[in-house]
């Protein structure tokens, strides 16, 4: 007889979530930064003040005369009034990346890459979408007598290829594309913002894949979910997730049960990354074997993951260090983690627990040799196994 305690979920109070009025993929005007506030930045940081000293010590001071010249723009153009640094585009200023790139040791002028912008045919204002590192590390080493020049920062002539268009579609593109060896490497979620601006704030649905994300993305955030960059001061609130890879190959519809899944019974953690390995799993096992996965079984195994863990991202916790066990006492080492147990322990424990609906096959039998004390869910805490007696 199942113990119907453990598959009974106690609602939670649901809280004002703050991210619903500040999701960065709700914006729809583009914010623009001035080159002179990356100036004051990286100045401030301690990685540009180790370098002057460096180079100070060394009496080094660059020679703005080797930079190459193709279209020269001078770099005022990207402080005044409608111009600067993309935001919608371009990532927030790395001071770390800045440190690396005028370091004695690698940096040489005569290598400097260009700038790239969109320039507005309308007003002449320039939009720097690639190169801001450039850009702010040349001004602030002239702004601090680190680099020659006969003029102030603004002055400055640099290369740059722009193009006429006050289609933000295209600036966002030409980032994504850009940004290869040698760049600072976007991020997957950057990389999912454009293309999710491209559809919401360009209106540009040319390429299918663009179109997919979205729709996707707006899946999820109707149900309370909400892609954040990893590490984020966001990251640690409800229904934010940072596991954008795993995200993008789950498709609409398993993204709608597992977000929907989240929604209703674990509102108030962030979006744990085994969502996305349990659903994708749970989803095709159970189409496999051409079992319906009702909303009743989900149910019971949110009662199970909070009866038994408090919430599945303890569970996750738990079934890694389950499967350390199991795998060092099977083969004699601990095998690297595989996120098929998060589903396959899951089912497993929902039967042995005395759960009645009908799962898959076998997915009862995968790392279970049915021995007690042999398969994987035999390595749960002792206060869980000891429950499979009763």
Same mark, same amino acid.
């Given at each position: 007889?199942?113990?119907?305690?453990h598959f009974?979920?106690?609602?939670?109070?649901?809280?004002p979530?703050?991210?619903k009025?500040? *999701?960065?993929?709700?914006? /729809? +005007?583009?914010?623009?930064? /001035?080159?002179?506030?990356?100036?004051?930045?990286?100045?401030?940081?301690?990685?540009?003040?180790?370098? @002057?000293? &460096?180079?100070?010590?060394?009496?080094?001071?660059?020679?703005s005369?080797?930079?190459?010249?193709?279209?020269?723009?001078?770099?005022g153009?990207?402080?005044?009034?409608d111009?600067?640094?993309?935001?919608?585009?371009?990532?927030?200023?790395?001071?770390?990346?800045?440190?690396?790139?005028?370091?004695?040791?690698?940096f040489?002028?005569? #290598? =400097?890459?260009?700038?790239?912008?969109?320039?507005?045919?309308t007003?002449?204002?320039?939009r720097?979408? !690639?190169?801001?590192?450039?850009? $702010?590390?040349?001004?602030?080493? #002239?702004?601090?007598?680190?680099?020659?020049?006969?003029?102030p920062? %603004? $002055?400055l002539?640099?290369?740059?290829l722009?193009?006429?268009?006050?289609?933000?579609s295209?600036? &966002?593109?030409?980032?994504?594309?850009?940004?290869?060896?040698? @760049?600072k490497g976007l991020?997957p979620?950057?990389?999912?913002?454009?293309?999710?601006?491209?559809?919401?704030?360009? =209106?540009?649905?040319?390429?299918?894949? !663009?179109?997919?994300v979205?729709? @996707?993305?707006?899946?999820?955030q109707?149900?309370?979910?909400?892609?954040?960059?990893?590490? =984020?001061? &966001?990251?640690? @609130?409800?229904? $934010?997730?940072t596991?954008?890879?795993?995200?993008?190959?789950?498709? +609409?519809?398993?993204?709608?049960?597992a977000?929907?899944? %989240?929604?209703?019974y674990?509102?108030?953690?962030?979006?744990?990354?085994? &969502?996305?390995? #349990?659903?994708?799993? #749970?989803?095709?096992?159970?189409?496999?074997?051409?079992?319906?996965?009702?909303?009743?079984?989900?149910?019971?195994?949110?009662?199970m *993951?909070? =009866?038994?863990?408090?919430?599945?991202?303890?569970?996750?916790?738990e079934?890694? /260090?389950?499967?350390?066990?199991? $795998?060092?006492t099977?083969?004699?080492?601990?095998?690297?983690?595989? !996120?098929?147990?998060?589903?396959?322990?899951?089912?497993?424990?929902?039967?042995?627990?005395?759960?009645?609906?009908?799962?898959?096959?076998?997915?009862?039998?995968?790392?279970?040799e049915?021995?007690?004390?042999?398969?994987?869910?035999?390595?749960?805490?002792?206060?869980?196994?000891?429950?499979?007696?009763?």
């Amino acid at each position: 007889m199942a113990d119907i305690a453990h598959f009974i979920y106690e609602d939670q109070v649901r809280k004002p979530n703050p991210i619903k009025k500040h *999701y960065a993929l709700d914006r /729809t +005007v583009d914010k623009v930064r /001035t080159l002179s506030s990356n100036i004051t930045k990286l100045e401030e940081a301690r990685i540009f003040k180790k370098n @002057k000293q &460096l180079m100070e010590e060394l009496g080094i001071v660059y020679d703005s005369s080797l930079l190459p010249k193709v279209i020269m723009i001078e770099l005022g153009e990207f402080d005044k009034e409608d111009a600067g640094i993309s935001e919608m585009v371009q990532r927030q200023l790395d001071t770390a990346h800045c440190g690396k790139i005028i370091h004695p040791d690698t940096f040489m002028p005569a #290598l =400097s890459q260009c700038i790239y912008a969109v320039k507005s045919p309308t007003t002449g204002a320039f939009r720097m979408i !690639d190169g801001q590192h450039t850009a $702010t590390n040349l001004a602030a080493m #002239l702004h601090n007598g680190m680099m020659s020049h006969d003029g102030p920062w %603004q $002055t400055l002539q640099h290369p740059c290829l722009y193009v006429e268009t006050d289609d933000l579609s295209f600036a &966002l593109k030409a980032f994504s594309l850009i940004n290869g060896k040698g @760049k600072k490497g976007l991020s997957p979620y950057k990389k999912l913002e454009n293309q999710v601006q491209i559809v919401r704030v360009c =209106s540009n649905t040319d390429d299918a894949e !663009d179109v997919l994300v979205e729709q @996707k993305i707006s899946v999820a955030q109707n149900n309370n979910c909400y892609a954040v960059e990893q590490k =984020s001061d &966001l990251s640690k @609130k409800p229904g $934010t997730f940072t596991h954008i890879a795993k995200f993008l190959t789950l498709n +609409v519809e398993q993204i709608e049960r597992a977000t929907a899944w %989240q929604d209703k019974y674990f509102h108030y953690i962030p979006v744990n990354g085994a &969502l996305w390995f #349990l659903f994708a799993d #749970l989803t095709s096992g159970f189409k496999t074997a051409k079992i319906k996965l009702t909303d009743e079984l989900l149910g019971e195994i949110a009662g199970m *993951y909070q =009866s038994l863990f408090s919430d599945y991202a303890e569970y996750h916790a738990e079934i890694q /260090t389950a499967w350390g066990k199991f $795998t060092k006492t099977k083969y004699g080492t601990k095998y690297p983690w595989n !996120d098929d147990a998060i589903a396959i322990a899951t089912v497993q424990l929902y039967k042995k627990l005395g759960g009645t609906a009908e799962v898959p096959g076998y997915m009862l039998d995968q790392f279970n040799e049915y021995k007690t004390g042999s398969s994987l869910i035999d390595f749960f805490p002792e206060y869980i196994t000891d429950l499979f007696d009763e």
